[in-house]
């Protein structure tokens, strides 16, 4: 018979995951709540932050500062997928509640009040800006801007058909942030490398959305996976050769040399295994096909690495 804690696990969250696995009782609603427990989406939101930081330490010719900006950005992306996921919590609570997947999130399964929940988003946000300000003054203003689309994102569902186009603008950021934190600017690559992460996120996000297309069906919930249909895959390989084209334009722009375009290839590669095994109807494999753009993103950085090294 499973305890009080096992029958909590969200369904989504990794089978053996150390929130669910060692941390004390206590904390779990609240790590649960702050996904540390499923850590793909802030592994997803590091990776355009690394990729751009990367990138620019190259164009720029000076790698002192990349290493202190990994770590910003390692932390960042977990802190701040906390607070926007708590945010998307409380707004979505009474829908989560009606949907298989996450009707034992800490909110909808009335865990964690939603007072609590706002003071630990605000904790977190506090944090995240203590990450910011250790940039320059013109990429803590971007990182501010980004609070635009992560407040709207949660309500989009509701009325949008396609709220994953917001979602998009979200996760995608940190290839606009990486650069700046090097060059205080923007310019061509990062621009050309957030639209490529930007259709990255929009098509990973719609492989992740394929799990609750029913659930969704019947609540009225909007989102590309209802709104593509039957054409999914092939929209979905469309904006992953949209991701691979931009990216690689942007390496260009940012004079990248071949190990770079080798992680591009391996990056190209990942996203189309993952269109050939995408089955809508297979709810574990689409989840298990979203799970691993971390091994992708993983990919395209150890090229943009390996460009430094040589």
Known sequence: MMGGSERLRVADAPRWNPVDSLAPEAWKPWLRLGRYDRPIGSWLLMWPCWWSAALAAHAAGRTEQLPWHLLLFFVGAFVMRAAGSIWNDILD?????????????????????????????????????????????????????????????????????????????????????????????????????????????????????????????????RSTSRTFGRYSRAIIAGLYGGAVLLVGLALWQGGASWPGYAGLAAFAAHLAQQVVRLDPEDPPLCLRLFRSNRDAGCLLFLGLAADLVI
């Not at 989560?96 to 904790?123: C, H, M, N, W, Y």
């Open 93 to 221: 609570r009474k829908i989560d509640a009606r949907v298989e997947r996450t009707k034992l999130r800490p909110l909808a399964s009335g865990q964690i009040s939603v007072k609590a929940a706002l003071a630990f988003a605000i904790a977190h946000s506090l944090l995240g800006l203590l990450i910011l300000v250790q940039f320059n003054a013109f990429a803590i203003a971007l990182g501010c801007l980004s609070l635009v689309p992560v407040a709207a994102y949660p309500l989009m569902k509701r009325f949008f058909s396609m709220p994953q186009a917001v979602f998009g603008l979200c996760f995608a950021w940190g290839a606009l942030m990486g650069w700046a934190a090097v060059f205080g600017s923007l310019s061509a690559a990062p621009v050309l490398m957030y639209w490529g992460a930007y259709c990255w996120c929009i098509g990973y996000d719609t492989v992740y959305g394929h799990q609750d297309q029913r659930d969704d069906a019947i609540i009225g919930v």
